[in-house]
């Protein structure tokens, strides 16, 4: 949780859903939710989120960031849309219920896990 000089929260990096205090343009809430994806060596997966009941979906660019696990400490870094040589990226997109991250093929053969947050408006939020 990041927090603000008085020790109030300004960003919780809970993985349940939360309320931003955010309206879409007709009023219906904007929610946050973050994932933990444990990929291990893999560079291709999918998570189910449930992204169906959702009327509008944005991934948040800042907020994605990769660790492995290999590593003690873990540190945490984060991780771009894209990258011109094609070999360090992520790239993250939604179909259906689905969550579809793909790594570049640096990230092969390390025990990876990507932490994406998403925002949505609920399709069942309509008034």
Same mark, same amino acid.
């Given at each position: 949780?990041?927090?603000? $000089? ?9 993985? =349940?859903?939360?309320?931003? !205090?955010?309206?879409?343009?007709? !009023? $219906?809430?904007? #929610? ?7 990929? *291990? %060596? ?5 998570? =189910?989120?449930? @992204? ?10 800042? %907020?994605?960031?990769?660790?492995? $696990?290999?590593? %003690?400490?873990?540190? #945490? ?8 040589? *094609?070999? =360090?990226?992520? %790239?993250?997109?939604?179909? @259906? +219920?689905?969550? #579809?991250? +793909? ?5 092969? !053969?390390? =025990? ?16």
């Amino acid at each position: 949780m990041f927090t603000d $000089r008085f020790g109030d929260a300004i960003v919780d990096y809970s993985r =349940n859903e939360q309320d931003t !205090g955010m309206r879409w343009i007709d !009023g $219906r809430p904007i #929610y946050r939710n973050y994932v933990e994806v444990n990929m *291990g %060596s893999e560079i291709h997966k999918k998570v =189910n989120i449930m @992204a169906g009941g959702f009327d509008y979906f944005f991934i948040d660019p800042c %907020s994605m960031l990769w660790t492995s $696990r290999y590593q %003690s400490p873990n540190y #945490y870094y984060p991780l771009h849309q894209a990258n011109k040589d *094609g070999y =360090n990226f992520i %790239s993250v997109h939604v179909y @259906a +219920d689905d969550l #579809y991250i +793909d790594l570049g093929d640096g990230f092969n !053969g390390w =025990n990876n896990v990507a932490y994406i947050c998403y925002l949505y408006v609920k399709k069942s939020d309509k008034k």
